[in-house]
Structure formats: structure tokens, C-alpha cells
């Protein structure tokens, strides 16, 4: 399995930016997935995540800003991020909800937030 994230740029707080996850080798619709950032933990963060039923959840710093879809067909997986803030800098990265069970983590995509 290969993920590959995309999508992160530099912009100004408020502006929007959409990440996309592009997943290979094995089929997306047995899985919860979900966005993390990395955070300046041991552990990356949960921001985003969706169930195989399209079900979704957010962590407190992002509700209401950020959105997480999913294209079942396409094997992807897309993260709407809006009123951008400072504190939103970070690698963001795709991989599986599922109670600590990952696929390879892939590079991941940088979003940096700045005048």
C-alpha cells in the first residue's frame, strides 16, 4: 500500500487550501480514514476522520473550518481546510481511523499559514 498526500501550499491566514490523498494498493471502502497532523507530540493528531459509512468527526481546533470527504471509486480521500490560522501549520497526512492500525505513512503534504 502507498499514500501519497498533496495539496499543501503556503497561504494567508483565512485562506483555504484542499488536500487530496491518493491511496494504492488496496481498496479504501473497508476503511475508516482519516487526516492527522503532526503536531508537536510523540503521537500525530486525529484532525479529521470518516467512516466507511460516511460518518464524520473533527478535533476541536478544526470543527466547522475543515471538511473530510472521500471518492470511494477513485481511492482517494480530500480534506476542505478554510479560515485558515496560524496555528493550523503542520504536515498533514492521510491514513487509515482504525484504533492505531496504519498503512505506511506516506510523506505527507506541508500547509504553512503566514502573512
Known amino acids: 500500500v502507498q499514500v501519497v498526500e498533496l495539496g499543501g501550499d503556503l497561504v494567508h491566514p483565512g485562506g483555504s487550501l484542499r488536500l487530496s490523498c491518493t491511496v494504492s494498493g488496496d481498496s479504501l471502502t473497508r476503511y475508516n480514514m482519516g487526516w492527522y497532523r503532526k503536531g508537536s507530540g510523540y503521537q500525530r493528531e486525529l484532525v479529521a476522520s470518516m467512516t466507511t459509512a460516511n460518518r464524520t468527526k473533527y478535533g476541536e481546533s478544526v470543527k466547522g473550518r475543515f471538511t473530510i470527504s472521500r471518492d470511494n471509486a477513485n481511492n482517494m480521500v480530500y480534506l476542505q481546510m478554510n479560515s485558515l490560522k496560524f496555528e493550523d501549520t503542520d504536515v498533514y497526512y492521510c491514513?487509515?481511523?482504525?484504533?492505531?492500525?496504519?498503512?505506511?505513512w506516506g510523506q505527507g503534504t506541508q500547509v504553512t499559514v503566514s502573512l
Open positions: 491514513n487509515r481511523d482504525s484504533g492505531g492500525i496504519y498503512f505506511p
